[in-house]
């Protein structure tokens, strides 16, 4: 006797082990959010040992290994620490490690370099703003002692760019938002990449010292708008310039087109 297979049954046991994963892997996001409402919570705090894989297992209605599962993924957010031979904690939630995947991210995938400024234009303008408005004593004096370096016409390369880097950070900080000075810090390798295409250009140092005083002059006398136009004028110039520079080396083939207004005098 001839038994004819039903063609849809012809994947079977595949079919089967295809929907198990599928299900397995919709049960380990059920995991890991979870256990992250349990953090959000307050439930499981920053440094505080998690329970058992049986106890966060039967809290949740899940089974072990998908608990497994869902701690492997959360150690790989940062969110949880394994600490072999002592268990498994909640990390310190930090946001600059929380971010540290995004920075391996950007290293790997290296954005564009006009695409990293886009971004830079976008985001370091309001911080400037939120510094000018927000500043402590503290901040200022960090600002202006990150400015007098840059303000010393003349320095070799390297110490350009150190000084260009602290100057930059040190008035996104004093925006006081924690969340857009990790995004910024995420993009900080990239962004010396795109300083070192730039830092040597003709008339660029002189220029970037005076876009820079405009730039500290105006946080310094708390204008927020003033200091938002500053950082703006600043990094459009710049990437102009860079811009005009790579035609030059690469021609314009290499040089992607920007909606970025004209140079802006300073």
Same mark, same amino acid.
């Given at each position: 006797?001839?038994?004819?297979?039903?063609?849809?049954?012809?994947?079977?046991?595949?079919?089967?082990?295809?929907?198990?994963?599928?299900?397995?892997?919709? &049960?380990?996001?059920?995991?890991?959010?979870?256990?992250?409402?349990?953090?959000? +919570? +307050?439930?499981?705090?920053?440094?505080?040992? #998690?329970?058992?894989?049986?106890?966060?297992?039967?809290?949740? +209605?899940?089974?072990?290994?998908?608990?497994?599962?869902?701690?492997?993924?959360?150690? @790989?957010?940062?969110?949880?620490? /394994?600490?072999?031979?002592?268990?498994?904690?909640? &990390?310190? $939630?930090? $946001?600059?490690?929380?971010?540290?995947?995004?920075?391996? @991210?950007?290293?790997?995938?290296?954005?564009?370099?006009?695409?990293?400024?886009?971004?830079? =234009?976008?985001?370091?303008?309001? *911080?400037?703003?939120?510094?000018?408005?927000?500043?402590?004593?503290?901040?200022?004096?960090?600002?202006?002692?990150?400015?007098?370096?840059?303000?010393?016409?003349? #320095?070799?390369?390297?110490?350009?760019?150190?000084?260009? /880097?602290? #100057?930059?950070?040190? =008035?996104?900080?004093?925006?006081?938002?924690?969340?857009?000075?990790?995004?910024?810090?995420?993009? +900080?390798?990239?962004?010396?990449?795109?300083?070192?295409?730039?830092?040597? $250009?003709?008339?660029?140092?002189?220029? *970037?010292?005076?876009?820079?005083?405009?730039?500290?002059?105006? =946080?310094?006398?708390?204008?927020?708008?003033?200091?938002? !136009? &500053?950082? !703006?004028?600043?990094?459009?110039?710049?990437?102009?310039?860079?811009?005009? !520079?790579?035609?030059?080396?690469?021609?314009?083939?290499? /040089?992607?087109?920007?909606?970025?207004?004209?140079? !802006?005098?300073?």
């Amino acid at each position: 006797m001839t038994v004819t297979r039903n063609p849809r049954d012809a994947d079977g046991p595949d079919k089967a082990a295809k929907f198990a994963r599928v299900t397995r892997r919709g &049960a380990t996001a059920e995991a890991v959010a979870g256990i992250q409402d349990l953090i959000r +919570g +307050g439930k499981l705090k920053a440094g505080e040992r #998690l329970p058992t894989e049986r106890e966060l297992a039967e809290a949740l +209605g899940l089974s072990r290994p998908t608990v497994r599962e869902a701690i492997q993924a959360l150690a @790989a957010m940062n969110i949880l620490d /394994v600490r072999h031979g002592s268990g498994i904690f909640v &990390a310190s $939630l930090d $946001l600059s490690t929380l971010l540290a995947p995004l920075w391996f @991210a950007l290293e790997l995938t290296e954005p564009a370099f006009d695409q990293l400024y886009e971004v830079r =234009i976008v985001l370091e303008p309001y *911080a400037a703003q939120l510094a000018a408005a927000r500043a402590t004593p503290g901040d200022l004096a960090a600002i202006q002692d990150a400015f007098k370096p840059i303000s010393d016409v003349g #320095l070799d390369r390297d110490t350009r760019l150190a000084a260009d /880097v602290i #100057l930059h950070r040190s =008035i996104i900080e004093a925006s006081h938002n924690d969340l857009l000075v990790g995004v910024v810090a995420s993009l +900080g390798v990239l962004a010396r990449k795109s300083r070192e295409l730039t830092v040597e $250009l003709p008339d660029r140092e002189a220029q *970037a010292v005076e876009e820079h005083r405009a730039l500290v002059d105006a =946080i310094l006398r708390r204008d927020p708008e003033a200091a938002r !136009h &500053a950082m !703006h004028r600043h990094l459009s110039n710049v990437y102009l310039d860079a811009q005009q !520079h790579r035609t030059e080396m690469f021609g314009s083939g290499e /040089v992607l087109g920007t909606s970025l207004p004209p140079r !802006h005098a300073t």
